[in-house]
């Protein structure tokens, strides 16, 4: 089955231990592993020193079917901040955005066009049978609207984006939901740990929309290691951002009640 893995935002040293710990092996220079798959749940970029290495680890096992992937929100923004209409980027190039992708920008010169084509190729949700997957949100009815604008891979289409992407959308209204999570006004604004104030809170949606009876999904972005065994929802984001931080990971074996004992971190 699937090691899921949470957000790795270039800290390539905890990947590789992480992958190490779960039994992966680099051979001929991708990780394997005899009998799982790897499953990362998005955001590879910005903030660590090994961007270009992570992105390496990642591609080569998805590449060569030893893993697979889906988009974050860090990866559409960078392919965002590089699509124009006319002279206008679809994300603003505004200080606060160029200062998050400043790292990213950094470790791939030169190499930018081999990343951005890959990450335009990642799904933005995945399920099967057993599982669902996705980067912040599993909303049901803004994937059922994503699914105007993607492909059969559930990529999406950047002639859809260069049409259809522009705030107020209902394509920019589900891409923010399902990449980012939903959100609510809050009273007084707070500083995120990104140092950015913010006006809005991100809702803990898989308390009050996500159901026992659902498949387990495994999903990112929240910076916790949530169990929600009620509501049969994980999120494996465990706050890598700094040295001292590190990666969550699930082990799964096909079971429809997720088991605390299952997660491992590096």
Known sequence: ????????????????????????????GIYQHPERKAFFVGDFIDRGQKIKRTLEIVKSMVDNGKAKAVIGNHEFNYICLNLYKGETPLREH???????????????????TLYLD???????????????VVHACWEQEQIDILKKYTNASNALCENSLMEHYQEG?????AIEVVLKGPEEPILKPEKDTDGTLRHKHRVTWWK?????DQRPVFFGHYRSNIL?????????DFGVDNDNGCIGAYSFNGEQALNPE????K
């Open 1 to 28: 089955m699937y090691d899921f893995i949470g957000d790795i935002h270039g800290y390539a040293d905890n990947l590789e231990n992480l992958l190490s710990a779960l039994g992966y092996k680099e051979i001929d």
């Open 94 to 112: 505004s200080t606060k955005n160029m200062d998050q992708v400043k790292a990213t920008t950094s470790q791939l010169k030169g190499i930018e």
């Open 118 to 132: 890959w990450f335009k190729t990642l799904p933005l949700w995945y399920e099967e049978d057993s599982f669902r």
């Open 169 to 173: 959308s209902e394509l920019f209204e």
């Open 208 to 212: 009050t929309s996500y159901k026992k």
């Open 228 to 236: 929600e065994q009620f509501y049969n929802a994980l999120c494996i």
């Open 262 to 265: 299952m997660i491992k971190e």
